[in-house]
């Protein structure tokens, strides 16, 4: 029974990559500051009034449900690596459709 419960245990630990897919990349600093660079002609403190805050133009939302109230309560508060460490975040859990018209734009897919 023990080499029973041992192969399957085994069995899972090999297949979990398959099962859970290939991890998420990180994207470069070079590629965040592209899409600052489309969103906002990189203003990473730009506040227009549009609803959309910082260097990516994140809603205060957005900016809450992944965590960045943490560092500042609006994104264009926060710094430019605490913006790019939300928006990991945000990538991960929406993609790059969460920036719809630039990561187009740039071919970020």
């Known amino acids: 029974m023990r080499k029973l419960v041992l192969s399957l245990l085994a069995a899972f630990v090999l297949a979990l990559p398959v099962l ?4 998420a990349e990180a994207a470069t600093t070079r ?16 506040n227009t009034g549009n609803g959309y805050y910082g ?7 957005t900016w809450r449900a992944f965590g960045g109230k943490r560092f500042a309560q609006m994104p264009h508060r926060a710094t430019k690596g605490e913006q790019i460490r939300v928006a990991e975040r945000i990538k991960r859990g929406q993609g790059w459709g969460a920036w719809p018209h630039c990561s187009r734009v740039l071919g970020l897919r």
Do not use: D
């Open 55 to 61: 260097g990516l133009q994140i809603s205060p939302r």
């Open 20 to 23: 859970t897919g290939p991890a």
């Open 31 to 46: 590629t965040w500051n592209r899409m600052a660079h489309c969103e906002s002609t990189s203003r990473w403190h730009v």
